[in-house]
């Protein structure tokens, strides 16, 4: 269970006073999109390298900056401009930290690479403007290839420090992408970086999901050529197993939060129907008896809910239910059609896929008792498939344009959209790993 | 509209807590990938009123965490009568996870250092054919076998009027050719959700199904498969492209 801490800091211009106190109210968590959320200044100062080939200093830079950034905690500022520098640091260090604790800035980091062959060594050190002293110190060690994995490593550090919060730089997604004709599962860095084909069945393999302990991905697979099969790929060995094998669909797979359960839809009775399959107990129980389609089954944070898609009513619309398939209720009113929905790990917000006026696949967000509803994306395209980082911050989500389709992160008030798929037609069905 | 107090949210307790180096512990891959990032093209609401498009930042209070949360009782719409989920008796098999065998995360104890690793085993290229390939050879054995596809409206799994007289040409021709086996395949044009595409194509595909069966096909003679929007017959957002792609293409020889 995540550490759910809320923390606001203040930040005066002359000498920065961080506020921590016993908050009265239970369970308030940190929400870094509201708009009276004051973003942690944070500077980094670079990494020295010794003038090393491929200037893995100047990387890690950029690197920790971009995720920084993206945590929506900290608003990184560029030192140089305040005359702090790398150098700086090698005279009065008191003086320099004295400047930045001055100008706002609440957290210095900086450090240095160095190689010990075969590997790299990163040293990073952060200081607190706010109480003035250094506060801790971290070393990475890998090899030159995971560089990016070490700056994101330090970012995750910072986030934790700050927030109580494990980050994202380290995470993953899954998505899949098409290859000569077929549409193969990959992995890839939050960012994008770094794609890795996992299957290689040379046909179709779909909509890929986590388990809670990120060692593998249930997916649909056609690698039977003849019918759907729910497979699992255990990501560091690449071992296949098919867990689920019923008649007809076979698609949408989704492990409840503990790991225990796989929700999914067949119509091995007629039409899509969703099911829950116990996988230490082996026990398949049907949640769904309806003469509609049922599918796209998505846990609360708490897996004792499930919000799904139905048409039950005549056209797709998102519906919740209890995890053991009673106490249903329509969740969507507005739009003829609404689907694909994805429960963030805060459980505030359900983000799915509705059908503007103008007839435009975009993503909407949803508060799970209905109070609440706003389009998140707009424009043209066809978008899909949204799923939520593990801080319940950001979303992934695939969008079709000009006949191509990509990925997309976006923060979860609609801002910083970026595209993390280049290169190459159809990138599509995103799923952010967990923490 | 809603009127919103702004919650002021007070700062809880920050206990620093020395981050534990859950170092994963697999081998080492190669980082060979390259992006760039570029221009977003969709950009999220700017103009419309940003009380409204700003989404969870626009919370009237402080969400409780968890307890309840998704327990409350939505007060539109009726409810269906809890019921006991069905146990499925004639149990369809579930296979296992495999075990971790991994080895176990390496100590950092000693030094404070944090071991920096991953690996995803990479998947080798198999023997499977291209899909290219896979699609012509349907078409082309469709071709020489004179089955005619079947097209569908939008949203839609109804057979039409010529629907169904290609379906009767179909039937006749398996009916004169009864050792083929015969695949139906479901298809749908690229708008709307994956997930509920592959829906609709295994409907458009039960529903050509249906009717071969009524026009006397044994039903043990057809395999139906959806692809929804995969697997499209063309690529171009026109009318004429989305109409190629939604259908129901029938394919001889399967096993």
Redesign the interface.
């Given at each position: 269970m995540l550490l759910?801490?809320?923390?606001?800091?203040v930040v005066a211009m002359a000498a920065g006073m961080a506020?921590?106190?016993?908050?009265?109210?239970?369970?308030?968590?940190?929400?870094a999109?509201?708009?009276?959320f004051q973003k942690i200044p944070v500077a980094v100062l670079g990494f020295r390298d010794q003038k090393m080939a491929d200037s893995p200093g100047m990387r890690l830079t950029e690197v920790l900056k971009a995720d920084l950034r993206r945590s929506q905690i900290f608003a990184v500022t560029d030192p140089a401009r305040l005359g702090l520098t790398l150098e700086g640091l090698n005279g009065a260090q008191n003086v320099l930290f004295k400047q930045a604790a001055d100008n706002g800035i609440a957290v210095l980091v900086w450090g240095q690479v160095a190689a010990r062959e075969p590997d790299l060594v990163l040293d990073g050190l952060i200081y607190d403007g706010v109480k003035q002293e250094a506060?801790a110190s971290?070393?990475?060690?890998?090899?030159p290839?995971?560089?990016?994995?070490?700056a994101h490593?330090l970012a995750d550090?910072l986030v934790?420090?700050?927030?109580?919060e494990p980050g994202i730089a380290k995470t993953k997604i899954a998505f899949v992408s098409e290859q000569?004709?077929?549409?193969?599962l990959f992995?890839?860095?939050y960012d994008?970086?770094?794609?890795?084909?996992?299957?290689?069945?040379?046909?179709?393999s779909?909509?890929p999901r986590w388990?809670p302990d990120r060692?593998?991905l249930v997916f649909?697979t056609?690698r039977s050529?003849?019918?759907?099969d729910i497979d699992?790929i255990?990501?560091?060995?690449?071992?296949r197993?098919?867990?689920?094998?019923?008649a007809?669909?076979n698609?949408?797979p989704a492990f409840s939060p503990d790991g225990n359960d796989l929700a999914f839809?067949s119509?091995?009775d007629g039409?899509?129907e969703l099911?829950?399959?116990e996988?230490k107990t082996?026990?398949?129980?049907?949640?769904t008896?309806n003469s509609g389609?049922d599918?796209?089954p998505s846990w609360?944070?708490?897996g004792?809910?499930l919000a799904f898609?139905s048409d039950r009513g005549g056209s797709?619309q998102v519906y919740?239910m209890s995890a053991?398939?009673?106490?249903?209720?329509?969740?969507t009113?507005e739009g003829d059609?609404n689907?694909?929905p994805a429960?963030s790990p805060?459980?505030?917000?359900i983000a799915y896929?509705c059908?503007t006026p103008d007839r435009q696949?975009k993503l909407c967000?949803i508060?799970?008792?209905?109070q609440?509803r706003?389009?998140?994306?707009?424009?043209?395209?066809?978008d899909?498939?949204p799923s939520w980082s593990p801080d319940?911050r950001h979303l992934v989500f695939s969008?079709?344009?000009?006949?191509k389709s990509h990925i997309?992160m976006?923060n979860?008030?609609?801002?910083d959209?970026?595209?993390?798929?280049?290169g190459g037609?159809h990138h599509?069905?995103p799923a952010w790993s967990p923490a | 509209m809603q009127t919103r107090a702004r919650a002021k949210a007070q700062a809880a307790v920050l206990t620093v807590i020395l981050l534990s180096a859950g170092a994963c512990s697999k081998s080492v891959q190669t980082d060979s990938g390259s992006k760039g990032f570029e221009q977003p093209p969709v950009q999220a609401e700017a103009d419309k009123a940003p009380r409204e498009q700003t989404g969870p930042s626009t919370t009237s209070k402080a969400p409780r965490e968890g307890a309840g949360k998704e327990e409350f009782q939505f007060p539109r719409g009726g409810q269906e009568p809890a019921k006991e989920p069905e146990i499925i008796t004639d149990t369809p098999q579930v296979g296992s996870l495999p075990a971790d065998t991994t080895a176990p995360a390496e100590s950092s104890a000693k030094s404070g250092d944090v071991r920096v690793s991953e690996s995803i085993a990479v998947a080798k290229a198999g023997p499977g054919e291209a899909m290219a390939e896979q699609q012509n050879g349907g078409q082309l054995s469709e071709a020489q076998a004179g089955l005619m596809d079947v097209f569908f409206a939008f949203d839609s799994w109804k057979l039409s009027e010529d629907g169904k007289q290609a379906l009767a040409r179909d039937a006749d021709w398996l009916k004169a050719n009864g050792n083929q086996k015969l695949t139906i395949e479901g298809y749908c044009d690229e708008r709307g959700t994956q997930a509920y595409n592959l829906v609709l194509g295994q409907k458009r595909a039960k529903a050509v199904q249906g009717y071969l069966a009524e026009l006397g096909i044994p039903p043990t003679r057809m395999a139906v498969i959806s692809y929804g929007k995969d697997r499209p017959f063309c690529r171009e957002q026109t009318e004429d492209c989305y109409q190629q792609n939604r259908r129901g293409h029938l394919v001889v020889g399967g096993k």
């Open positions: 759910r801490i809320g923390l606001v800091i506020a921590i106190m016993e908050s009265g109210a239970a369970d308030v968590f940190l929400e999109t509201r708009p009276d506060v971290r070393r990475y060690v890998g090899a290839s995971v560089l990016r994995q070490m490593r550090e934790y420090r700050y927030t109580g000569r004709g077929a549409r193969e992995v890839m860095d994008g970086y770094g794609p890795r084909q996992v299957t290689a069945d040379g046909f179709l779909l909509m388990s060692r593998f649909t056609y050529r003849t019918k759907q699992a255990e990501l560091a060995t690449g071992k197993v098919t867990l689920i094998s019923m007809g669909l698609i949408t839809a119509s091995q039409n899509s099911y829950r399959a996988l082996k026990t398949v129980s049907r949640l008896v389609g599918l796209s609360s944070p708490t004792r809910e898609v797709p919740l053991d398939g009673s106490n249903v209720r329509r969740l009113f059609h689907a694909a429960w805060r459980g505030n917000w896929v059908r696949f967000l508060t799970p008792d209905g609440k706003v389009q998140l994306t707009s424009g043209q395209g066809v899909d498939s319940g969008s079709i344009k000009d006949g997309y976006v979860s008030d609609g801002t959209l970026e595209r993390l798929t280049s037609v599509s069905s | -």
